[in-house]
């Protein structure tokens, strides 16, 4: 089992551009989530999906958009980059369904916006 | 909104000592809690969870009891290791998503552990 696994591990950027991150969810899994994790602080929440659409969404400007495939994997696209959006992207895959069930998280894709 | 408060670090304790971390919370309904570990360049954890009031999490000698009345969620090791230097990080998840079955977390700012040998 590869669990989650994102893409690319790093990436720098410059002021105005735009970025894809990827996302594979754990096998077996059907949701993804995104959160945002700033230098020192916890994870913030961005958005979840299942099946194809945005089911949540966090405190997050539509600067920040996502997509997922019938597949389930899933990307994040940030437009128009600011410094401050420098950060650890973590995404997190579970399954919906009766009870509880753990997210899982990848190891993330370290953004630097220069 | 829900939110999560967990004891500012470092936390530097030396190997075999006790660790307290202290988390409390803040909810309208009743969440799940939980406890992830993060070590340095790497992803996020599950540590240990509870899922309602009284409910005590463990795993790898961690522990920590879901306490309604306080509204804390604290965790305790009674004999750290070098090996548990990280960063652990108190979170909830309320239950207002699609399903109601796994939602958002809501994370603490994190708590950096040392332990010297």
């Known amino acids: 089992d590869a669990g989650v696994t994102q893409s690319p591990t790093h990436l720098i950027k410059t002021r105005g551009q735009q970025v894809t991150l990827r996302c594979s969810p754990k096998?077996?899994?059907?949701?993804v989530s995104w959160y945002q994790q700033a230098l020192g602080q916890g994870p913030q929440f961005i958005f979840q999906y299942y099946e194809e659409e945005e089911r949540q969404r966090g405190n997050f400007p539509d600067r920040f958009s996502g997509h997922q495939f019938p597949n389930y994997s899933s990307e994040l696209n940030v437009n128009a980059l600011l410094l401050g959006d420098s950060a650890l992207y973590l995404c997190?895959?579970?399954?919906?369904?009766?009870?509880?069930?753990?997210?899982?998280f990848g190891q993330g894709t370290r953004l630097t916006v220069v | 909104g829900d939110s999560v408060t967990q004891m500012e670090g470092p936390v530097t304790l030396s190997e075999e000592a006790f660790l307290t971390i202290n988390c409390t919370y803040t909810a309208t309904g009743y969440p799940s809690l939980f406890w992830y570990v993060q070590y340095p360049g790497e992803g996020l954890q599950l540590l240990l969870k509870?899922?309602?009031?009284?409910d005590k999490g463990s795993n790898k000698g961690f522990e920590a009891t879901y306490r309604k009345e306080t509204t804390s969620f604290h965790l305790e090791k009674g004999s750290v290791q070098v090996s548990d230097s990280a960063v652990y990080f108190c979170?909830?998840?309320?239950?207002?998503?699609?399903?109601?079955?796994?939602?958002?977390?809501?994370f603490g700012t994190g708590t950096l552990l040392a332990v010297q040998p």
């Open positions: 096998s077996g899994h059907d949701t």
């Open positions: 997190a895959s579970s399954l919906v369904g009766q009870g509880y069930t753990e997210a899982f």
């Open positions: 979170a909830l998840s309320d239950r207002g998503g699609y399903g109601g079955a796994t939602n958002k977390l809501i």
């Open positions: 509870a899922t309602k009031a009284d």
